[in-house]
């Protein structure tokens, strides 16, 4: 490992090389990383966004408000689109950006090398992970951005997710809760909300959506009274009348629950900000990326954020005339997912993202063909820019196609030929 900054290429070859160690949920290692970085994280303070759908988004919509209010915010977020320096945001003459991939790789070659001292003192082969690399890094990059208050998104659970270092008070959002990364969370939306809370400690204050589940509202509740910390409901309906550049339904609420975050969190919030604020847009979330037809991508993922993804398509598009492209990865309810997806597309091309987790092609068509769909309604096309302009060319100019199942599939559809950086995680 040299002294001198890496390159974005060093940077993210070093970033894929840490995938083989795949994820492993403990909080010595980011900690030990961040003291040999000077602590970054404790120079701003942190709104923490946890849940299973929504979490980029809000977080997006907080830095959004943030900087509206006059704030210099910053935004981690995960996974990326295209390259790495896309998970953290930082402050840009008044406004958000990526941070430039030089700065992120420089910002990786620091975290690499306190890493490195770190991992002299553990087990051989407990080495520090690539999104504990990604978070230190991104922490850095506030701290060296002057960053006031950041958004940080939760990676997967909450309990042990290497973004929960952050100082408290802060205030924290619950977006939303259903059945995902059960491999790791828990089968139920009990125990899911349970690791997900476990962010909030004494002096938080947690922000919650009307419409959780009887099961993850009482867990809420319970966390807030066990810490000593505050709650604060927000119904949906208080971003009625915003004109959100974000298309879709289940973006009212996530820009509401980000309003709130920023209101508790700088005890203001005006409505020039919120105005401001809702032309935010939101990579890979119904983005268009074509005409004749008109061709959206979204990064749905689980039976979940289909629903939303279908109450969406019910209202804008006519069944008979909408494909869909889907692609998933391999720990996904695929089953479930399609099941909410069929009802509102004419035909279905299977396809599979780059990814090494995804699930094939055609045991997705299997699952759908199982679910009833027929076999003159499905079409197999592995390779997904294939599949999209193979969906393009079945559908009427007038009609839609919705490419969708994975934000890694988003990525392969939206980046550059030779751009996107494959990441499994």
Not at 36 to 50: A, D, K, M, T, Y
Not at 106 to 121: F, L, P, Y
Not at 250 to 259: H, I, T
């Amino acid at each position: 490992m040299t002294d001198g900054a890496w390159s974005p290429a060093e940077a993210t070859a070093f970033l894929l090389e840490r995938e083989l160690f795949g994820m492993r949920f403990e909080l010595d290692r980011i900690k030990s990383v961040l003291a040999e970085l000077g602590n970054p994280h404790q120079s701003f303070r942190s709104i923490h966004i946890v849940g299973t759908n929504g979490k980029s988004s809000t977080s997006r919509f907080c830095a959004a408000l943030l900087t509206a209010e006059g704030v210099r915010a910053g935004a981690y977020l995960s996974p990326h689109l295209v390259g790495f320096n896309e998970r953290a945001l930082v402050p840009v003459d008044g406004s958000l950006e990526p941070a430039s991939p030089e700065a992120f790789a420089s910002a990786i070659s620091e975290a690499a090398r306190a890493a490195q001292k770190v991992e002299q003192g553990l087990d051989p082969g407990d080495l520090v992970t690539q999104f504990e690399l990604v978070t230190a890094a991104s922490f850095l990059l506030f701290a060296r951005a002057n960053v006031a208050v950041a958004a940080v998104e939760a990676g997967l659970g909450g309990r042990l997710d290497a973004t929960n270092v952050l100082d408290s008070p802060k205030v924290v959002v619950l977006t939303s809760i259903g059945l995902d990364h059960t491999r790791w969370l828990g089968s139920d939306e009990e125990s899911i909300a349970a690791e997900k809370l476990a962010v909030v400690s004494a002096g938080d204050t947690l922000v919650i959506p009307t419409g959780l589940s009887p099961e993850a509202r009482g867990v809420a509740e319970e966390r807030v009274e066990l810490c000593g910390a505050s709650l604060r409901v927000v119904d949906p309906a208080e971003s009625r009348g915003v004109d959100l550049a974000a298309v879709g339904e289940f973006q009212l609420s996530n820009f509401a629950l980000a309003a709130a975050a920023v209101e508790e969190t700088l005890g203001r919030l005006g409505v020039e900000a919120r105005i401001s604020a809702a032309s935010t847009l939101v990579p890979g979330r119904l983005s268009t990326v074509g005409q004749t037809p008109l061709t959206l991508v979204d990064a749905a993922h689980n039976q979940q954020g289909a629903a939303g993804l279908a109450s969406y398509l019910h209202s804008t598009s006519d069944r008979n005339t909408t494909t869909g492209v889907v692609g998933m990865l391999d720990d996904k309810d695929a089953a479930g997912f399609l099941a909410a997806m069929i009802p509102c597309v004419s035909r279905l091309v299977l396809t599979q993202p780059l990814n090494p987790r995804a699930l094939s092609a055609e045991r997705l068509a299997a699952v759908a063909g199982e679910l009833g769909v027929p076999r003159e309604d499905l079409v197999v096309e592995a390779d997904p820019r294939k599949a999209l302009e193979l969906a393009k060319s079945m559908t009427d100019p007038e009609g839609t196609v919705i490419a969708t199942g994975s934000v890694h599939l988003v990525g392969d559809l939206v980046a550059d030929p030779g751009e996107r950086v494959v990441s499994s995680l």
